[in-house]
């Protein structure tokens, strides 16, 4: 017959010896405390976690001040506790703080502090992993509801059942660009548009830089305008899914500025028309960020494999054939491809947000990167941009009228298209 198992205090460290824990006697403790929770000796469990609290890795002492107040809270010692809860989460960033807020969010709900359950339950879904963030959105459903705010409750209750945006970033740009295009193209006023739109380098070269957004709206032909709105057709949810409908927003407007200002460096006088290089700026993002992070995604993976030659093909045929601004092209995979190597997708979770994950399953979180990465990220890319259009304002700023885009408009070339 086995014999039973040792009591709780048998097991680990002695919790009333004095003096500087070493971290494996931290580690044991907090081992020997999750074990007497779980064996409902809370009692045991608080001494445990009470004795580990201090020590000098925030990770672990947050992990003892979770369990602390789980212990108080089986106790029924509700504001004890919460005082435990959130001082974990008022230790920065580590693999408690997810399980930490969400703990606190419930506490204040039992105390009932709304308002305050739901800032703490929209830390919590910040930093959610994916199968729980349906169930948060739940909660703050119901407590936006009960505070009032019946808008936001059924923004949350809808994210809760998984329902997904009636339209996409990506579809609204492409259903910009198509009405723009098709009415340059087919109407009357198509001159008009092309005039006011078109990456006009002289026009560029006296500060509108407008133009170097409004050029992906316009396209060269009917063909044109098919091959790159199935390209972002493609790509575009990707990217969306991969980091969210606003980064996808600033990461598109950031590649077609690149593109375009390779374009105006690079690209001649010849006005430019088309969203290439934006295009080619989000099969960048995914071609780096793909092969850096490696983004655990199903739906996108035989897509993001092949993005490698597709890039490849569609360089070389820039360089052989006319009418294609290539430079536009490989100014905007360029920036993608920085934007992709610097940022890692925070939608989805990738490889290394897998392996950094706790082995427990109740505090596991995805990671998260510092808002201020994308934002330095944009701003890299945003200074070359100024830099290049001082450089080709400066290259430009010896011409005459009749040098340049001005005199190419005159001769009726069409544009070049990216």
């Given at each position: 017959m086995d014999d039973a198992p040792p009591p709780a205090a048998s097991r680990g460290p002695d919790p009333s010896r004095p003096g500087r824990l070493s971290r494996a006697d931290a580690t044991a403790h907090l081992a020997a405390a999750d074990a007497a929770l779980a064996a409902g000796e809370f009692r045991e469990a608080a001494m445990r976690y009470g004795r580990i609290i201090g020590f000098d890795d925030a990770a672990i002492t947050a992990a003892a001040l979770v369990g602390l107040g789980e212990a108080r809270y089986r106790l029924d010692d509700d504001d004890a506790a919460l005082a435990a809860w959130e001082a974990a989460v008022e230790l920065g960033e580590t693999p408690s703080s997810y399980v930490g807020w969400r703990n606190v969010a419930a506490a204040r709900v039992r105390a009932g502090n709304l308002p305050g359950a739901i800032a703490a339950y929209r830390e919590a879904d910040r930093r959610a992993p994916p199968?729980?963030?349906?169930?948060?959105?739940?909660?703050?459903?119901?407590?936006?509801?009960?505070?009032?705010?019946?808008?936001?409750?059924?923004?949350?209750?809808?994210?809760?059942?998984?329902?997904?945006?009636?339209?996409?970033?990506?579809?609204?740009?492409?259903?910009?660009?198509?009405?723009?295009?098709?009415?340059?193209?087919?109407?009357?006023?198509?001159?008009?548009?092309?005039?006011?739109?078109?990456?006009?380098?002289?026009?560029?070269?006296?500060?509108?830089?407008?133009?170097?957004?409004?050029?992906?709206?316009?396209?060269?032909?009917?063909?044109?305008?098919?091959?790159?709105?199935?390209?972002?057709?493609?790509?575009?949810?990707?990217?969306?899914?991969?980091?969210?409908?606003?980064?996808?927003?600033?990461?598109?407007?950031?590649?077609?500025?690149?593109?375009?200002?390779?374009?105006?460096?690079?690209?001649?006088?010849?006005?430019?028309?088309?969203?290439?290089?934006?295009?080619?700026?989000?099969?960048?993002?995914?071609?780096?960020?793909?092969?850096?992070?490696?983004?655990?995604?199903?739906?996108?993976?035989?897509?993001?494999?092949?993005?490698?030659?597709?890039?490849?093909?569609?360089?070389?045929?820039?360089?052989?054939?006319?009418?294609?601004?290539?430079?536009?092209?490989?100014?905007?995979?360029?920036?993608?491809?920085?934007?992709?190597?610097?940022?890692?997708?925070?939608?989805?979770?990738?490889?290394?947000?897998?392996?950094?994950?706790?082995?427990?399953?109740?505090?596991?979180?995805?990671?998260?990167?510092?808002?201020?990465?994308?934002l330095v990220a944009v701003v890299v890319v945003g200074v070359v941009v100024a830099a290049g259009l001082a450089v080709g304002t400066a290259t430009r700023s010896g011409g005459s009228p009749d040098d340049g885009i001005v005199a190419i408009v005159r001769d009726g070339r069409p544009p070049d298209t990216s």
């Open positions: 199968e729980d963030k349906a169930e948060i959105a739940t909660r703050l459903g119901w407590l936006t509801k009960e505070t009032g705010d019946a808008r936001a409750a059924r923004r949350y209750f809808a994210k809760g059942r998984g329902d997904s945006p009636l339209i996409s970033v990506t579809m609204i740009l492409i259903a910009a660009t198509v009405i723009v295009s098709l009415s340059a193209l087919l109407s009357d006023e198509g001159e008009v548009l092309f005039d006011a739109f078109q990456l006009d380098k002289a026009a560029v070269a006296t500060g509108e830089y407008w133009r170097l957004w409004t050029v992906t709206l316009l396209h060269g032909s009917l063909l044109h305008l098919f091959f790159n709105m199935y390209a972002l057709y493609l790509a575009g949810p990707i990217v969306e899914r991969w980091y969210g409908p606003v980064r996808f927003l600033v990461f598109y407007l950031t590649c077609a500025a690149a593109g375009s200002t390779a374009s105006f460096v690079f690209g001649g006088n010849q006005p430019s028309v088309g969203a290439s290089g934006a295009i080619f700026g989000l099969f960048g993002l995914l071609l780096a960020a793909g092969r850096l992070h490696h983004p655990i995604d199903r739906q996108s993976r035989a897509l993001v494999g092949q993005v490698g030659m597709l890039i490849l093909i569609n360089i070389a045929f820039g360089f052989v054939a006319t009418g294609i601004d290539n430079a536009a092209h490989i100014g905007g995979l360029l920036a993608g491809i920085w934007l992709g190597a610097f940022v890692p997708p925070t939608r989805v979770q990738t490889l290394s947000s897998l392996w950094q994950q706790p082995t427990d399953a109740a505090s596991a979180h995805n990671a998260r990167i510092p808002t201020y990465i994308p």
